[in-house]
């Protein structure tokens, strides 16, 4: 069956970074493209960075520009999420997300990764 496992949220203080994995499998990870999204009680999911199957293009919003990095690994079914410069509003449950690029259209979901920015 189709798993997405994130890993690697925690607590942090402003300014520090954390690394965060998905780790995938049940399905050709390659073939996907990968993306990251959080979500905040009470909002709307939001995307963090996307990245093409080959990983050759990446998006970020302005809002994590220059401190976000997204990358994946297809030898190892992976896609990490490396946050630098953290901030207290990065605080929020993170999910990877995984999509075909042709018809059939289909998406997964794993089930979220708590991340803590805080004095």
């Known amino acids: 069956q189709v798993q997405l496992v994130e890993s690697g949220g925690g607590l942090v203080q402003p300014g520090g970074s954390l690394r965060l994995s998905c780790a995938a499998s049940?399905?050709?990870?390659?073939?996907?493209?990968m993306s990251w999204y959080r979500q905040t009680p009470g909002k709307e999911r939001e995307l963090v960075a996307a990245?093409?199957?080959?990983?050759?293009?990446?998006n970020r919003p302005d809002s994590v520009k220059d401190r976000f990095t997204i990358s994946r690994d297809n030898a190892k079914n992976t896609v990490y999420l490396q946050m630098n410069s953290l901030k207290p509003e990065d605080t929020a449950v993170y999910y990877c997300?995984?999509?075909?690029?042709?018809?059939?259209?289909?998406?997964?979901w794993g089930q979220g990764t708590q991340v803590t920015v805080s004095s």
């Open positions: 997300k995984a999509a075909t690029e042709r018809w059939p259209l289909i998406g997964y």
């Open positions: 049940g399905f050709t990870f390659s073939s996907y493209a």
């Open positions: 990245i093409t199957s080959s990983g050759g293009r990446t």
